[in-house]
């Protein structure tokens, strides 16, 4: 069970040189695919006027999105596992892939370079609007929050099939493009709805910086359950019988 591999940690790991430049890595992911994310949608708004949003500025944003984390992912998946995302971290740790000392030291280092990718746009661009995740006219906050979940539920698992499942053999070389890919499609599915977050750091930047909190905790609660659905259900199914053998058929 997945459960019995779950580890708070030892207190000596949160200042271990391999956890703090494995932070590291995770501040420096996120505010890159951060920049690049909230970015496009900042120019977007600029070349329109803060005109409403178009077929053309959600592929946009879907492509932006998906380049940005195939990056982010793949320059740091050698040091820090490549999350680049709370609802990962938490679902590696579900799963007992991380242990909770190291999940909450990613967690602040995610939330650190999403804000600072925040800032730095905002002082870049001349003071413009970082613009946070809002629900779109006519959807609900349940609606959402299934959406979040079932889109996280999505990204954390094709993570574990292609980057944490030690069985992956070489499929885990093209992991960065098969998750940036399943954010990109994502985007085009839910970014009409909810802004299509999947990620409470992507989230927490904008909101941070422009102030603005209304509906928040949807793409936080979203994410995490989403992304600890999908820790438990491949951790299950697919890890944890890895070693169990099959019946002899020897007589």
Known sequence: MPFRNIAVGRPEEAIHPDALKSALAEFISTLIFVFAGEGSGMAFNKLTHDGSTT??????????????????VSISANISGGH???????????????????????????????????????????????????????????????????????????????????????????????????????????????????????????????WTWRNHWVYWAGPLIGGGIAGLVYEFFFISNTHEQLPSTDY
């Not at 077929?55 to 982010?72: I, N, R």
Request: proline share 4%.
């Open 55 to 72: 077929p053309s500025g959600l592929v946009a944003a879907a492509l932006a999105h998906a380049f940005g984390l195939f990056v982010a």
């Open 84 to 210: 680049v995302n709370p609802a990962v971290t938490f679902g590696a740790f579900i799963g007992g892939n991380i242990t909770l000392l190291r999940g909450i030291l990613y967690w602040i280092a995610q939330l650190l370079g999403s804000t600072v990718a925040c800032l730095l746009l905002k002082f870049a661009t001349n003071g413009l609007t970082t613009s946070a995740f809002a629900l779109s006219s006519g959807v609900g906050v349940w609606n959402a929050l299934v959406l979040e979940i079932v889109m996280t539920f999505g990204l954390v698992y094709t993570v574990y099939a292609t980057a944490i499942d030690p069985k992956r053999g070489s499929v885990g070389a093209i992991a960065p493009i098969a998750i940036g890919f399943i954010v990109g499609a994502n985007i085009l599915a839910g970014g009409a709805f909810d802004g299509a977050s999947m990620n409470p750091a992507v989230s927490f930047g904008p909101a941070l910086v422009s």
